[in-house]
């Protein structure tokens, strides 16, 4: 018997996400986040820059659906180039 491979859980993958750019001061890939539509970005970003780090981690995990390391370095570089 086979059986059908399951969906990828992002959450627990261990897979790059895909990017559109490389920090050019660290040279860490930035998640491009497509799920993420415009509004939401803009709420994340609004957070950043009340230095909220912290909850705009947890709004792009929640928004988006990616892994919390995505999340944080997309955070990291307030989604620059993304």
């Given at each position: 018997?086979?059986?059908?491979?399951?969906?990828?859980?992002?959450?627990?993958s261990k897979?790059?996400?895909?990017?559109?750019?490389?920090?050019?001061?660290?040279?860490?890939?930035?998640?491009?986040?497509?799920?993420?539509?415009?509004?939401?970005?803009?709420?994340?970003?609004?957070?950043?820059?009340?230095?909220?780090?912290?909850?705009?981690?947890?709004?792009?995990?929640?928004?988006?659906?990616?892994?919390?390391?995505?999340?944080?370095?997309?955070?990291?570089?307030?989604?620059?180039?993304?």
């Open positions: 018997m086979v059986r059908a491979p399951r969906p990828l859980d992002m959450k627990k897979a790059v996400p895909d990017r559109e750019a490389l920090c050019e001061h660290c040279g860490a890939p930035i998640p491009a986040l497509p799920d993420l539509d415009a509004s939401e970005e803009e709420h994340v970003r609004w957070l950043i820059a009340e230095g909220k780090r912290f909850e705009a981690i947890q709004e792009l995990v929640a928004f988006a659906g990616c892994p919390r390391s995505w999340a944080e370095v997309w955070v990291a570089h307030a989604g620059e180039g993304a």
